[in-house]
Protein backbone atom coordinates (compact mmCIF):
# COMPACT_ATOMS: atom_id res chain seq x y z
CA UNK A 1 0.00 0.00 0.00
CA UNK A 2 1.44 3.23 -0.58
CA UNK A 3 2.20 6.11 1.40
CA UNK A 4 -1.14 7.30 2.92
CA UNK A 5 -1.54 11.13 4.19
CA UNK A 6 -2.25 12.19 7.80
CA UNK A 7 -6.47 11.95 8.54
CA UNK A 8 -6.57 11.23 4.64
CA UNK A 9 -10.10 10.46 5.27
CA UNK A 10 -11.05 13.86 6.26
CA UNK A 11 -10.74 14.54 2.80
CA UNK A 12 -13.57 15.02 -0.26
CA UNK A 13 -13.19 11.40 -1.95
CA UNK A 14 -12.56 13.29 -4.84
CA UNK A 15 -8.82 14.17 -3.66
CA UNK A 16 -8.12 10.86 -2.15
CA UNK A 17 -5.01 8.52 -4.13
CA UNK A 18 -5.91 4.88 -4.82
CA UNK A 19 -4.12 3.41 -1.97
CA UNK A 20 -5.92 6.25 0.05
CA UNK A 21 -9.49 4.98 -1.75
CA UNK A 22 -8.93 1.63 -1.77
CA UNK A 23 -7.91 2.04 2.45
CA UNK A 24 -11.21 3.91 3.16
CA UNK A 25 -13.36 0.79 3.27
CA UNK A 26 -14.31 -0.57 6.32
CA UNK A 27 -14.38 -4.22 5.31
CA UNK A 28 -18.08 -4.38 5.87
CA UNK A 29 -18.74 -6.62 3.39
CA UNK A 30 -22.30 -5.24 2.34
CA UNK A 31 -21.39 -4.43 -1.44
CA UNK A 32 -20.37 -8.07 -1.62
CA UNK A 33 -23.75 -9.88 -0.58
CA UNK A 34 -26.94 -9.95 -3.59
CA UNK A 35 -29.35 -7.85 -4.08
CA UNK A 36 -32.88 -8.01 -5.12
CA UNK A 37 -35.01 -5.20 -7.10
CA UNK A 38 -37.84 -4.79 -8.20
CA UNK A 39 -38.48 -4.71 -11.92
CA UNK A 40 -41.31 -2.57 -11.17
CA UNK A 41 -40.83 -0.21 -8.54
CA UNK A 42 -37.16 -0.36 -8.52
CA UNK A 43 -37.14 -1.01 -5.15
CA UNK A 44 -34.02 -2.79 -4.00
CA UNK A 45 -34.56 -6.19 -1.40
CA UNK A 46 -31.39 -6.99 0.78
CA UNK A 47 -30.45 -11.11 1.02
CA UNK A 48 -27.78 -12.52 3.05
CA UNK A 49 -26.26 -14.37 -0.09
CA UNK A 50 -22.40 -13.46 -0.03
CA UNK A 51 -20.73 -13.41 -3.49
CA UNK A 52 -19.08 -16.96 -4.13
CA UNK A 53 -15.43 -15.26 -3.46
CA UNK A 54 -16.35 -13.76 0.16
CA UNK A 55 -15.25 -15.61 3.24
CA UNK A 56 -18.39 -15.67 5.29
CA UNK A 57 -16.69 -15.79 8.33
CA UNK A 58 -14.20 -12.74 7.83
CA UNK A 59 -16.95 -10.73 5.29
CA UNK A 60 -13.17 -10.71 3.23
CA UNK A 61 -12.86 -11.28 -0.36
CA UNK A 62 -10.67 -14.06 -0.64
CA UNK A 63 -9.21 -13.17 -3.93
CA UNK A 64 -9.63 -9.26 -4.15
CA UNK A 65 -6.82 -9.00 -6.94
CA UNK A 66 -8.36 -11.17 -9.19
CA UNK A 67 -11.65 -10.89 -8.57
CA UNK A 68 -12.85 -9.64 -11.87
CA UNK A 69 -11.44 -12.95 -13.18
CA UNK A 70 -13.98 -14.82 -11.02
CA UNK A 71 -16.81 -12.70 -11.09
CA UNK A 72 -16.34 -10.40 -14.08
CA UNK A 73 -19.46 -7.84 -12.96
CA UNK A 74 -18.18 -7.36 -9.65
CA UNK A 75 -18.40 -3.42 -9.14
CA UNK A 76 -15.17 -1.49 -8.65
CA UNK A 77 -16.01 1.09 -6.29
CA UNK A 78 -15.64 4.78 -7.95
CA UNK A 79 -16.87 8.48 -7.08
CA UNK A 80 -19.67 7.86 -9.55
CA UNK A 81 -20.51 4.86 -8.62
CA UNK A 82 -21.07 6.21 -5.05
CA UNK A 83 -23.49 8.90 -5.58
CA UNK A 84 -25.30 6.92 -8.49
CA UNK A 85 -26.43 4.03 -6.69
CA UNK A 86 -29.08 3.44 -3.90
CA UNK A 87 -27.71 0.57 -2.23
CA UNK A 88 -24.68 1.30 -0.58
CA UNK A 89 -25.64 1.11 2.97
CA UNK A 90 -25.42 4.08 5.22
CA UNK A 91 -22.52 3.30 7.25
CA UNK A 92 -20.73 2.48 4.43
CA UNK A 93 -17.80 4.92 4.42
CA UNK A 94 -17.91 5.89 1.16
CA UNK A 95 -21.47 6.91 1.19
CA UNK A 96 -20.76 8.77 4.60
CA UNK A 97 -17.86 10.98 3.30
CA UNK A 98 -19.66 11.55 0.02
CA UNK A 99 -22.66 12.75 1.77
CA UNK A 100 -20.34 15.15 4.52
CA UNK A 101 -20.08 13.32 6.52
CA UNK A 102 -17.47 11.60 9.19
CA UNK A 103 -16.42 8.24 10.40
CA UNK A 104 -18.23 6.20 12.74
CA UNK A 105 -15.79 5.52 15.66
CA UNK A 106 -15.53 1.98 15.09
CA UNK A 107 -14.00 2.75 11.83
CA UNK A 108 -10.49 0.77 11.78
CA UNK A 109 -9.25 4.29 10.53
CA UNK A 110 -10.33 5.92 13.89
CA UNK A 111 -10.36 2.71 16.41
CA UNK A 112 -7.70 0.65 15.33
CA UNK A 113 -9.57 -2.26 15.55
CA UNK A 114 -10.54 -3.68 12.26
CA UNK A 115 -13.47 -6.33 14.03
CA UNK A 116 -14.58 -3.50 15.24
CA UNK A 117 -17.20 -2.84 11.83
CA UNK A 118 -18.45 -6.54 12.94
CA UNK A 119 -18.89 -6.38 16.76
CA UNK A 120 -21.04 -2.93 16.13
CA UNK A 121 -23.23 -4.44 13.80
CA UNK A 122 -22.67 -2.60 10.34
CA UNK A 123 -20.59 -5.69 9.05
CA UNK A 124 -21.87 -9.01 8.15
CA UNK A 125 -19.29 -11.45 9.29
CA UNK A 126 -20.24 -14.55 10.35
CA UNK A 127 -23.95 -13.91 9.58
CA UNK A 128 -24.05 -14.39 5.31
CA UNK A 129 -24.10 -17.69 3.58
CA UNK A 130 -22.44 -18.55 -0.04
CA UNK A 131 -23.90 -18.43 -3.44
CA UNK A 132 -22.45 -21.68 -3.61
CA UNK A 133 -25.38 -23.22 -1.38
CA UNK A 134 -27.70 -20.75 -0.77
CA UNK A 135 -30.47 -21.53 -3.43
CA UNK A 136 -32.98 -19.13 -4.16
CA UNK A 137 -32.21 -15.78 -3.12
CA UNK A 138 -35.66 -15.27 -2.50
CA UNK A 139 -35.44 -17.41 0.52
CA UNK A 140 -33.06 -15.02 2.23
CA UNK A 141 -34.35 -11.45 2.33
CA UNK A 142 -33.47 -10.15 5.40
CA UNK A 143 -33.21 -6.37 6.92
CA UNK A 144 -29.54 -5.38 7.99
CA UNK A 145 -29.86 -2.84 10.38
CA UNK A 146 -28.47 0.50 9.68
CA UNK A 147 -25.86 1.70 12.26
S1 LIG B 1 -20.27 -1.28 1.71
FE1 LIG B 1 -18.68 0.30 1.59
S2 LIG B 1 -17.46 0.08 3.46
FE2 LIG B 1 -18.69 -1.81 3.26
S3 LIG B 1 -17.32 -3.25 2.17
FE3 LIG B 1 -18.54 -2.19 0.61
S4 LIG B 1 -17.28 -0.42 -0.02
FE4 LIG B 1 -16.43 -1.19 1.93
Not at 2 to 11: I, K, V, Y
Not at 88 to 112: I, M, T
Request: hydrophobic fraction near 35%.
Amino acid sequence: MGALRDRFWELPLADLSEPEWEALCDGCGRCCLHKIEDADSGEIEDTNVACKLLDTETARCTDYRNRKTFVPDCLRLTLKIVEDVAWLPESCAYRRRADGRGLPLWHYLLSGDPEAVHRKGAGVAGRVVSENRAGPLEHHIVDWQES
